[in-house]
């Protein structure tokens, strides 16, 4: 009968092994957003260990993007190894008691009749260990029947696809249940709001802006979160592998200084009137304000100039180089009429990194980075990008450019092509 309990407990981890093998993250990682210990997580996922309840099963499933399907499965396994670790417990203190508790009458007792005391005319309480045995039964019938019922309307956080179109809305915030507040007037009045300006418009207080959310002092209710939950920022100057990158400028050789360290590049081709070549690598870091939960719901290009490829001379940063990891990201045609931000698998030494699909979760502790591989033969093309978020019931859209401007990206097809010769320290013509 043991082995048939340890098959339940090992059927139950191995299903959490196989859901925890689709993402990139570690146990640590993981533990951390589930608000649990790193060994404790390990030890439900090896076996050694069965949670004894459902909401840390479910909040994994749902971290590890478990289609429903999958989470029934889950939680029947779950029940099953619950009851397998209880009956082992039970059997074992069974076991103990009668080793230290012999009977005192040998005599056997009629069947159906509670065993009786001389001393007293009532009935003997039942032992111990079956009271229990019985209660463990009783409690697993008892969360199986009121939690089927729930799993079919179980959070699927793959629900929403994760390709977006461009944006017909600009950049907004709204609060559940009450319309769009504007921002040329206060949302309540306060004694702190300042008054009127001259034109005629009133700015908003600190309190407004939802830079800090404060108890409200009316009727003892806190005051609602308002604001943007999350704060991001973007390095545009991303190399690939950290050393290969084209730059289109119009300048002669000459004129152009020796490539820079990639820490230093943005200075350089700000220095230079530098254009990226055919791919811009834009690698935006995204974390939420506090510990509260900020879902990134979808990822849109949005392009606002197109013309034709820049004129002027490519430059390489690299003769040539390369490297064993390429990261997951999120790849871009600026070409395409309406250009979408598709998610792509990574690699490292073979080693397949999943793609980042969109909802995802942030917050203080939890911060993500999202890379953006925007690619172009045909077009000079300016361009940014809109991040839609949702927390605690409210939605918006962030608009994330190169610090208030678009990026910008330009074919480099048909150019000459120099690449820096570090033994002659001189750019020389080069040939892809």
Not at 130 to 150: K, N, P
Not at 217 to 222: D, E, H, I, T
Not at 258 to 282: R, S
């Amino acid at each position: 009968m043991s082995e048939v309990r340890d098959d339940d407990v090992q059927e139950f981890a191995a299903l959490l092994r196989r859901l925890k093998e689709r993402t990139d993250r570690s146990y640590g990682q993981l533990a951390r957003r589930l608000n649990m210990n790193t060994s404790t997580l390990h030890r439900y996922c090896a076996g050694d260990a069965v949670p004894l309840g459902f909401a840390p099963v479910e909040r994994f499933a749902a971290l590890c993007g478990a289609t429903p399907e999958e989470r029934l499965e889950l939680h029947r396994l779950w029940i099953l190894a619950v009851a397998a670790r209880q009956r082992s417990r039970t059997a074992a203190a069974e076991a103990k008691g009668a080793a230290v508790t012999p009977p005192s009458d040998p005599a056997p007792e009629p069947a159906g009749e509670p065993a009786r005391d001389p001393a007293s005319p009532e009935p003997a309480q039942r032992p111990w260990y079956r009271s229990r045995r019985l209660l463990v039964s009783a409690a697993v019938t008892t969360a199986l029947l009121a939690t089927l019922g729930s799993l079919s309307a179980l959070p699927d956080d793959r629900a929403k696809g994760s390709d977006s179109v461009e944006a017909v809305d600009p950049p907004r915030t709204t609060e559940p249940d009450s319309p769009r507040q504007k921002s040329s007037k206060s949302p309540s009045p306060s004694p702190s709001t300042p008054s009127p300006s001259a034109d005629g418009s009133k700015k908003p207080s600190a309190k407004a802006t939802g830079d800090t959310d404060r108890p409200s002092n009316k009727a003892g209710k806190p005051q609602p979160s308002t604001g943007v939950p999350l704060t991001w920022s973007a390095d545009s100057h991303v190399w690939q592998a950290g050393c290969g990158h084209d730059y289109v400028i119009d300048k002669p050789p000459q004129q152009v200084p020796p490539p820079p360290n990639p820490q230093d590049a943005a200075t350089w081709a700000a220095t230079m009137g530098a254009v990226h070549g055919k791919q811009t690598l834009v690698r935006v870091t995204v974390q939420g304000k506090s510990s509260t939960a900020v879902v990134l719901e979808a990822l849109r290009v949005r392009v606002v100039g197109r013309s034709a490829p820049m004129a002027g001379t490519n430059y390489a940063m690299d003769n040539g180089c390369g490297g064993a990891l390429t990261p997951r990201y999120f790849d871009v045609d600026l070409d395409k009429d309406r250009p979408v931000a598709r998610p792509a698998d990574g690699n490292d030494s073979g080693v397949t990194i999943p793609a980042m699909r969109l909802p995802y979760r942030v917050s203080a502790e939890d911060p993500e980075v999202l890379l953006i591989d925007a690619r172009t033969v045909a077009c000079d093309c300016s361009w940014y990008l809109e991040l839609d978020w949702s927390s605690e019931g409210r939605t918006g859209t962030v608009r994330v450019d190169d610090r208030g401007r678009p990026f910008r990206t330009t074919g480099n097809k048909g150019l000459k092509n120099y690449a820096y010769d570090t033994s002659a320290r001189a750019w020389v013509p080069w040939e892809e």
